[in-house]
Nanobody, 123 residues
């Protein structure tokens, strides 16, 4: 199982990014994929997850609508669009496979992790 996260970078506050998570080595269609982030000195937290059926859940600022998760099963890839970026969004962003087709906010319910992609929001 391999997960490759990409798309991070240095962005000004208010900007946008699209993160990608390319997966291989398992039956992608059958699993939920989650996005997590970890800022220096903080615990890894759940950001969003998409179920095997394409239903997204949002754990950070759920009422603000800044995050949009989607999946392309033909490309074995999950995307996380992040808009209106804030300095507090600065972190390493990781994607991970769920233990089944449904989402969980807890990192303990994810088995395989990508290497992470750095997102830095700064002027």
């Amino acid at each position: 199982v391999q997960l490759q996260a990409s798309g991070g970078g240095l962005v000004q506050p208010g900007g946008s990014l699209r993160l990608s998570c390319a997966a291989s080595g398992f039956t992608f269609d059958n699993y939920a994929i989650g996005w997590f982030r970890q800022a220096p000195g903080k615990e890894r937290e759940g950001v969003s997850c998409i179920s095997r059926f394409g239903v997204g859940q949002y754990y950070v600022d759920p009422l603000e609508g800044r995050f949009t998760i989607s999946r392309d099963n033909a490309r074995n890839t999950v995307y996380l669009q992040v808009s209106s970026l804030k300095p507090e969004d600065t972190a390493v962003y990781y994607c991970a496979t769920g233990r089944g087709g449904t989402c969980s906010r807890s990192r303990h319910n994810y088995d395989y992790w990508g290497q992470g992609t750095q997102v830095t929001v700064s002027s």
